[in-house]
């Protein structure tokens, strides 16, 4: 299973794209019984993009359109949409376009608690990153080392950081002259679905 998470870029920041995958070995695979939960199943990440600033939506619908039917031939997929701020508005292109592939629009918040509502998710920040975190500390999570932007990622990774306000506030992501976080908020939508979408949860739980 493939899910595909995307992050939307505004005026000073990239549009990114990120695919991570499941791996399952099957029912009858030979190995099964003797093999750990952690060995069975595991996600990668696959393919990471971060288009150039001021690219259009259009652009972007389309690329990821694009994208999504690529790996429609591969296997089952679903696209994780950040719509927070500009997002809905490109979801609703996105749905316009009467793709072929499972979308799950995800508002992006500073609360504390994961709930959905009228089919969109609302994920607290911190919840998106430290199950990024937990993921690529724990082996859960890989990134393979031949992608072109495998080192931007890295590199995006070690300028996220939690920060407070005055306010009291946290403030949770890069946000230094030249710092970016695109690509990791994009994997970290990936993988928030990844997870989710395995772990046989319902009502509440599911992805839709």
Request: charged share 30%; with cysteine; net charge positive.
């Amino acid at each position: 299973m493939f899910y595909a998470g995307l992050d939307l870029g505004k005026r000073l920041d990239f549009s990114a794209l990120a695919v991570v995958e499941r791996e399952e070995f099957g029912a009858g695979d030979p190995l099964r019984p003797w093999m750990d939960t952690r060995e069975r199943r595991g996600l990668v990440v696959r393919y990471l993009e971060r288009m150039a600033l001021g690219t259009p939506y259009t652009e972007v619908v389309r690329r990821v359109t694009e994208l999504m039917e690529r790996l429609r031939q591969k296997g089952p997929c679903r696209l994780v949409v950040d719509a927070t701020g500009v997002g809905m508005p490109v979801v609703d292109m996105l749905r316009r376009a009467k793709p072929g592939f499972a979308m799950t629009p995800v508002l992006i918040t500073g609360g504390a608690e994961q709930h959905n509502k009228d089919g969109v998710w609302h994920v607290p920040k911190v919840d998106l990153l430290a199950g990024l975190q937990a993921a690529l500390e724990g082996g859960e999570l890989r990134i393979s080392r031949r992608l072109k932007e495998t080192a931007t990622l890295v590199r995006e990774l070690g300028d996220v950081r939690v920060r407070a306000r005055g306010t009291g506030a946290m403030r949770i992501g890069a946000d230094g002259h030249g710092e970016h976080d695109d690509l990791v908020i994009a994997v970290a939508l990936g993988c928030w679905a990844g997870r989710k979408g395995g772990a046989g949860n319902g009502g509440e739980g599911r992805l839709v």
